[in-house]
T-cell receptor, first 116, second 115 residues
Framework: AQTVTQSQPEMSVQEAETVTLSCTYD???????LFWYKQPPSRQMILVIR??????QNATENRFSVNFQKAAKSFSLKISDSQLGDTAMYFC?????????????FGTGTRLAVRP | NAGVMQNPRHLVRRRGQEARLRCSPM?????VYWYRQLPEEGLKFMVY????????ESGMPKERFSAEFPKEGPSILRIQQVVRGDSAAYFC?????????????FGDGTRLSIL
């Protein structure tokens, strides 16, 4: 079974500062994908960034980057130059093709507040 | 709008009624997924469908819930005889194919409230 753990229910950061959100996971698969999704107050689910487990290089998307530590099964999200629009719930997700499946397993989320 | 379309955005039902949630995938996507989000929780997988086939329904409650993705038209998540515990946000996602290299794109969700 796949599990995803986000141990920080809430985080706060000053505008323009940097913040890191933590995520750990467990899977028996050798190749898999990890994602960060953002859910703003409008409650849409927006894909922020994706990491392929067999790639050692950490993914980056503009102000968003990840620190992927495969041996430690850790996948943290770093947001640089935080903006007010970054205020949202952030969910870490693990993609699994276990069995006949093709699904995402989500963590419980981290609520990020960006202070002006 | 070429994104995943879900309707209605909000649905209110009384206990015992039926709820039907619709999802039209992105153009070119033939894989549909339904997730449920209870208040203050993450999304939980319910079911994965391709056209006319249910591939994985391991997350679906055994009773009252069903899903379909017909050859023509949107995917439907159907909840019969709704109860208060069914109140949640239901998200649909679609992808072009299987595997994490084909990311799932989400709709805006349907908020189901049971009176």
């Amino acid at each position: 079974a796949q599990t995803v753990t986000q141990s920080q229910p809430e985080m706060s950061v000053q505008e323009a500062e940097t913040v890191t959100l933590s995520c750990t996971y467990d899977t028996s698969e050798s190749n898999y994908y990890l994602f960060w999704y953002k859910q703003p107050p409008s409650r849409q689910m927006i894909l922020v960034i994706r990491q392929e487990a067999y790639k050692q290089q950490n993914a980056t998307e503009n102000r968003f980057s990840v620190n992927f530590q495969k041996a430690a099964k850790s996948f943290s999200l770093k947001i640089s130059d935080s903006q007010l629009g970054d205020t949202a719930m952030y969910f870490c997700a693990l993609h699994s093709t276990e069995g006949s499946g093709d699904k995402l397993t989500f963590g419980t989320g981290t609520r990020l507040a960006v202070r002006p | 709008n070429a994104g995943v379309m879900q309707n209605p955005r909000h649905l209110v039902r009384r206990r015992g009624q039926e709820a039907r949630l619709r999802c039209s995938p992105m153009k070119g996507h033939s894989h549909v997924y339904w997730y449920r989000q209870l208040p203050e929780e993450g999304l939980k997988f319910m079911v994965y469908l391709q056209k006319e086939n249910i591939i994985d329904e391991s997350g679906m409650p055994k009773e009252r819930f069903s899903a379909e993705f017909p050859k023509e038209g949107p995917s439907i998540l159907r909840i019969q005889q709704v109860v208060r515990g069914d109140s949640a946000a239901y998200f649909c996602a679609s992808s072009r194919g299987t595997g994490g290299h084909q990311p799932q794109h989400f709709g805006d969700g349907t908020r189901l409230s049971i009176l």
